[in-house]
């Protein structure tokens, strides 16, 4: 897939954390990842435990498949707040596309469990079954 040209984007009078989250989700919503990790790395040294900030880094390195530096924004998150289920569905699906099903199969059941949500239910299924054919 082509990578798109994604023009800057200026909110006057805006400048910060908070318009860097903006930005980069806009970016992310554009399937902008590596501009979004541009705009992302200057407001998380300003801020670096904020997790807004944190889970969309995640998001734009899962989207590029950095899947190393995913995985470890994704675990640090889990760490942080157990009950985050976006965290721990896209960490299952860090490791599923690391080939590290067994790792995954945990994240992606306590998700499904957590939402009951039929996507999350199709990644459960879909790497137990690869598990049970592998």
Request: aromatic share 2%; glycine share 6%; hydrophobic share 45%.
């Amino acid at each position: 897939m082509p990578e798109i040209a994604v023009p800057a984007i200026v909110f006057p009078g805006q400048r910060g954390v908070e318009s860097a989250h903006r930005v980069a989700h806009d970016l992310l919503e554009r399937r902008a990842p590596r501009e979004a990790l541009d705009v992302l790395a200057p407001a998380l040294e300003q801020d670096p435990g904020n997790r807004g900030l944190r889970t969309l880094r995640a998001w734009a390195h899962f989207m590029r498949a950095s899947l190393g530096p995913a995985e470890t924004d994704l675990r640090a998150l889990v760490e942080d707040d157990p009950s985050d289920v976006w965290a721990r569905h896209a960490l299952g699906r860090t490791l599923e596309r690391q080939s590290r099903l067994r790792e995954a199969l945990p994240h992606l059941r306590l998700a499904h469990a957590m939402t009951g949500d039929v996507e999350h239910e199709v990644d459960v299924l879909r790497v137990e079954r690869r598990l049970a054919t592998g």
